[in-house]
T-cell receptor, first 116, second 114 residues
Framework: GENVEQHPSTLSVQEGDSAVIKCTYS??????FPWYKQELGKRPQLIID?????GEKKDQRIAVTLNKTAKHFSLHITETQPEDSAVYFC???????????????FGTGTQLKVEL | ETGVTQTPRHLVMGMTNKKSLKCEQH?????MYWYKQSAKKPLELMFV???????ENNSVPSRFSPECPNSSHLFLHLHTLQPEDSALYLC?????????????FGPGTRLTVL
């Protein structure tokens, strides 16, 4: 089955700096890679996702890059703010077939702390 | 709350109790999921229902029994649990087969087994 590794487990940055979180996956058939943000005591929420036919995707201060050859993908947050402090999870899944659901395999999470 | 709701939000039970967790989605989705979230471990997929049929059972012990009576409701029946089953249980839903594969999570049920 799919195995997703995520690093670092904790990340502390100064407000305004950039933060980078990296994930690797094992199954070359995986083609959908979402990133979720989970604030303390709250539910995980999708912040950005990327498909294997795209190398990079950006949404304001958040960007994700994908290297299919190396089987790794990264989350980049620029100009970090205190409200970015949360746990971030990467995930990977294979092609979605109707009737099969979307079986995401998650990384272990990165606790990001943005300090003033 | 709209979207995906879960009840109860907190549950404390003894090892001999029987209880059920409930999930309801108001998004018109056709796939629903149960995840287990323990401290310092990744979200673990437990069950997947698509079009009301169970399509995934990730080697979950039989003391966890899911039920999906329709596309909007999902239950997790619990019996004779162990203390190591204490965790946050998250429900999610998505639109199976759509271009957008986003899974929407509920707020979770914090379960403590004594």
């Amino acid at each position: 089955g799919e195995n997703v590794e995520q690093h670092p487990s904790t990340l502390s940055v100064q407000e305004g700096d950039s933060a980078v979180i990296k994930c690797t996956y094992s199954d070359s058939a995986s083609n959908y890679f979402p990133w979720y943000k989970q604030e303390l005591g709250k539910r995980p929420q999708l912040i950005i996702d990327i498909r294997s036919n795209v190398g990079e995707k950006k949404d304001q201060r958040i960007a994700v890059t994908l290297n299919k050859t190396a089987k790794h993908f990264s989350l980049h947050i620029t100009e970090t703010q205190p409200e970015d402090s949360a746990v971030y999870f990467c995930a990977a899944s294979k092609a979605i077939l109707t009737g099969g659901g979307n079986k995401l395999t998650f990384g272990t999470g990165t606790q990001l702390k943005v300090e003033l | 709350e709209t979207g995906v709701t879960q009840t109860p939000r907190h549950l404390v039970m003894g090892m001999t109790n029987k209880k059920s967790l409930k999930c309801e989605q108001h998004l018109g989705h056709n796939a629903m999921y149960w995840y287990k979230q323990s401290a310092k471990k990744p979200l673990e997929l437990m069950f997947v229902y698509s079009l009301e049929e169970r399509v995934e059972n990730n080697s979950v012990p039989s003391r966890f029994s899911p039920e999906c009576p329709n596309s909007s409701h999902l239950f997790l029946h619990l019996h004779t649990l162990q203390p190591e089953d204490s965790a946050l249980y998250l429900c999610a839903s998505s639109q199976d087969g759509a271009n957008d594969n986003e899974q929407f999570f509920g707020p979770g049920t914090r379960l403590t087994v004594l």
